[in-house]
């Protein structure tokens, strides 16, 4: 069962992305008179799972149909078929006037939409493109006035970016969403400053101390105690505190990313510095439910080890998985012990609430921030990535194929979380698409702007090589990409 859901959510999320990408490309050709044959969810080769067209002013739909091919092979007078100089079989463009009406190749001009049965991306395909079809034979007729290839570079550059331009839409409607409905409040990083920070040992390798009050990042302040832990503070940054009545700053290495992994996911600090650990609600058939620890009490030490905060109960916790932990605990006038018998989950199972009053966001501040994190989230992608590029990290721990985004999803439905990765692939796809990549929305961004500088259009055969050479990089990294996360569930 959690294979299924884990599987359904990538479907979904994949789908919802695909959808409104290609409708990026749709909807800017369609504005500017340009045909779209087909619009597709899901690659179809051979056949479709579903496809719908409008044929004389009535919806037509059909179940698992083979593909239809709009060209037919060359023959003689005898009925053989005609081969070329090279030995291969000649096709010519069926003649759609013998068609009959209701043949759904007789209307071009109106838009096929299905849903294929490769589950891999989609397209679009607009009249006059060289694009993953390759319809060599539609390139060799004289352009028509709809087709993509006789509109102006401009009109094509704004076609070939509209699915980019939906990713990125998507990803930050998406945040805002997040920040508003789902977060609802922050926590003040002023609030937080009354106690100062619990700093974990990764914290203490680059320079902070428990107790620092955050002041400012890279000579901003933080508002919300959340921008003190965005994960672009890990790529290199500069963060100013106060450290008994002292302004120091501390210089976080651009390679600090790798301490946070090799720390376990732990952050550098945390807002749990707080003294009173007072147990506000304890969840079911967790160690702490278990041992008798109840609602009310206020937890002081474990294994005689005095808790001075929250964050160091969190800590402590997390250093003795698999183990038992005698809990010190004061209920009302008694001094009480409880055994913990901790499993492999670093969790009591205990919620203690903060001390600090959360403020909530309104509508500009959530477009806001939500904006901001966003911008922050694509832009510690892109550091990723370019360390991918340039040798720093290895490409196998680094990358994600289909398998890999179906583990981050999860095998438990929160839909919570699965509009935040969906808000986070969104980003990431609209970076990896507009990539100066043959194949990819960015390569023909690139050659359009070549045109556009040269004012020479590069010839149909130069891009159909290109279109040719960039699909087998991606084939490439597809099969790279898969292999590595089956080889990652075999580690």
């Not at 690659?43 to 239809?68: L, T, V």
């Not at 990549?437 to 690139?446: F, K, S, T």
Request: aromatic content about 12%; proline content about 4%.
């Amino acid at each position: 069962m959690t294979t299924l859901i884990m599987i359904a959510q990538l479907i979904l999320g994949l789908s919802i992305l695909v959808i409104l990408h290609e409708l990026g490309h749709f909807t800017a050709a369609r504005l500017f008179g340009m045909r779209v044959p087909k619009f597709y969810l899901f690659f179809n080769p051979y056949f479709s799972i579903f496809k719908c067209k409008k044929i004389n002013g009535k919806w037509k739909c059909a179940f698992f149909a083979k593909n239809q091919s709009s060209y037919e092979y060359v023959t003689d007078d005898n009925g053989n078929i005609c081969y070329d100089e090279k030995g291969k079989k000649m096709t010519k463009p069926i003649d759609l006037e013998k068609l009959p009406e209701n043949d759904w190749r007789k209307h071009e001009e109106h838009t096929e939409y299905g849903i294929g049965w490769l589950p891999v991306g989609g397209f679009c395909q607009i009249s006059g493109m060289i694009d993953e079809s390759m319809d060599k034979e539609a390139m060799k007729k004289p352009p028509q006035s709809w087709e993509f290839r006789s509109k102006p570079a401009w009109q094509r550059l704004i076609v070939m970016i509209g699915g980019v331009l939906m990713n990125l839409i998507l990803g930050i409607v998406l945040f805002i969403y997040i920040t508003y409905n789902v977060e609802g409040a922050y926590i003040a990083n002023q609030e937080v400053s009354k106690d100062g920070v619990y700093v974990y040992p990764v914290g203490e390798n680059v320079g902070f101390k428990t107790g620092d009050k955050i002041l400012e990042i890279n000579g901003k302040d933080v508002v919300r105690f959340k921008d003190a832990q965005k994960s672009s503070l890990y790529f290199g940054s500069t963060v100013t505190v106060e450290r008994d009545g002292q302004t120091l700053d501390i210089h976080i290495p651009d390679s600090a990313y790798k301490i946070l992994m090799s720390g376990g996911g732990t952050p550098f600090f945390d807002n749990s510095n707080f003294k009173k650990i007072i147990v506000d609600s304890v969840l079911p058939n967790l160690p702490a439910f278990k041992s008798g620890i109840r609602k009310g009490d206020q937890i002081v030490a474990f294994n005689d080890t005095l808790l001075e905060s929250y964050g160091m109960f969190r800590h402590y916790v997390r250093q003795h998985t698999n183990s038992e932990i005698v809990a010190t605990v004061v209920r009302e006038q008694d001094t009480l012990n409880f055994t913990l018998q901790m499993d492999s989950l670093p969790y009591v199972g205990i919620i203690v609430p903060t001390p600090y009053n959360p403020e909530h966001y309104t509508i500009g501040q959530a477009f806001v921030y939500g904006f901001t994190d966003a911008y922050d989230m694509l832009k510690t992608n892109i550091k990723g990535l370019g360390n991918v590029i340039s040798g720093k990290d290895k490409a196998t721990d680094s990358l994600s194929g289909p398998i890999g985004i179906a583990t981050i999803y999860g095998g438990v439905w929160n839909w919570d979380r699965f509009w935040f990765i969906t808000a986070i692939l969104s980003l990431v796809l609209a970076f990896m698409n507009i990539l100066p990549i043959p194949a990819l929305d960015g390569g023909h961004v690139l050659f359009l702007f070549v045109e556009i500088i040269t004012r020479r259009k590069p010839s149909d055969k130069f891009l159909e090589y290109a279109q040719t050479v960039g699909m087998i990089l991606l084939m490439l990294l597809m099969i790279f990409v898969i292999g590595n996360d089956i080889f990652k569930l075999f580690k």
